[in-house]
């Protein structure tokens, strides 16, 4: 790849001149006007401010201004929501920030389509909100949904919470509009769902990370909005159970939406911490099925499973409050203030084999940080597991062994080190754990042909 080395010192503040005199005040800042929020997206791996946040407002601002960085040489990083969990939007010494704060807005939705264009600094939970007022379904949800932005959702393929029914981010992306690296505007708002006009440039840039252009506006599916949801959450004895229950969702739940398990641990931990009671013993296993149908449905595959002797327990959410409880422990933010330094490994492994994973997972972390907290939990209708681990007071894992144990085991199982988080700085190292030789050869190809310079998030995924 051919790299040119960064501007010097007075090349910078030039090119910074030129910067603020294209974007205005509101859309260049330096100096104490640098949000301390462009350090680190929520990894809170990052260091450094970059020199500056350049805050575009229209793609034609993207454009000029990463043309003039592309120019100097100058490294641009893009930053969406920050809510990452690879430390691919932190900025290195030197680094200019993109946000995409100000490219924000609804353009269009089209009912008869079925599709929503919107620009690609949107934060997900307007464009859901949005979607549900004109009786649609915005098909990308997540945790972070009050700032996380779509087109972070795209630049990292966000997987999520229903990706058991409607697939990661790139499965709802009809039409993506990016800017390359030298300022050329890539546009393909397309609408429809059948387009194989050569190379898919949109799947290219989903998942890339910021690495091959920063994306500007997308055209997303939406789906029906259900007329109705209901959840429960089933208790049950042993991972062979944890299967067979979801070989029975998956003939007998049409309207199924999400089949997340916690292991024991896991659960056992939040139940606690959250101050609730739903199982009196933790289960080794429990499972929230949630369905989007009324829970007539849910109750017969409840009853049909206690038959097939699957499940010890179940309760199937009577009010959308109690349905919230079970997502609470499932979504573990409790542990977050509880376990201070808490990281949150994410793999992919096929599903049968997550237990086996969960288990020699747990007693070679443990053997390597004996005390350390280690518990299970994810999309196991997706094959995606989290590994949360938090080390005994005054240990800190400088040499990053809990990620070389767990992506080691990763590698072993033939699974991917990251399901949806992304490589960004954080997993560089474990690449080669998931991808090929070849593979990632091919990867560099791309990143030189669509970013000769190297401007472009540099030192993130490759
Ligand atoms: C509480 C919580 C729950 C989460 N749950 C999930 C989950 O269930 N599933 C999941 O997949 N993730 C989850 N995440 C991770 C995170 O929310 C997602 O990765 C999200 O898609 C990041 O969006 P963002 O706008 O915050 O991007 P950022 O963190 O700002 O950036 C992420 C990456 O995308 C790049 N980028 C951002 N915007 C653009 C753009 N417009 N063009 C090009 N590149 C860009 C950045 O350079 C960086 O590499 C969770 C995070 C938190 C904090």
Sequence with gaps: MTRQEPPAPEGVTALLDRLAELLGPQGCLTGDRIPEGARSDASRSGRNLPLAVLRPATVEQVSRALALCHAAGQPVVPQGGMTGLAGGANPRTGDIALSLQRLTGIEEIDPEAATMTLKAGTVLQSAQEAAAAAGFLFPVDLGARGSCTVGGNIATNAGGLRVIRDGMTRD???????????????????????????????H?????????????????????????????????????????????ARTDLPGLSAFEAMWQDYFALNQRLAGLRLFAEPPPFAVIVEVQSDTIALQGFLERAFDEGLIADALLAQTESQAQDFWTLRDGHAMDNHLPGLINLDVSISVGRLDDFARACRSALLARFPGAHVSFFGHVG?????????????????????????????????????AEHGIGTLKRAWLGHSRSPAEIAAMRAIKTALDDRGILNPGKVL
Excluded: M, Q, W
Aim: proline fraction near 3%; charged fraction near 20%.
């Design 172 to 202: 709802n992306l009809l039409g993506l509009e990016a800017v390359l690296a030298d300022g050329t505007v890539l546009s393909n708002l397309g609408k429809t769902v059948k387009n194989n006009t050569g190379y898919d440039l949109r």
């Design 382 to 418: 997706d094959s995606n597991l989290h590994v949360a681990v938090a080390f005994p007071d005054g240990v800190e894992d400088k040499d990053h062994a809990a990620d070389d144990i767990a992506y080691g085991l990763v590698r072993d199982l033939g699974g991917s080190i990251s």
């Design 204 to 248: 290219l840039l989903a998942g890339s990370e910021g690495t091959l252009g920063v994306i500007t506006r997308a055209v997303f599916r939406l789906r029906p909005l259900p007329r109705a949801r209901s959840t429960a959450l089933c208790a049950l004895g042993n991972y062979a159970d944890v299967l067979a229950l979801l070989a029975l």
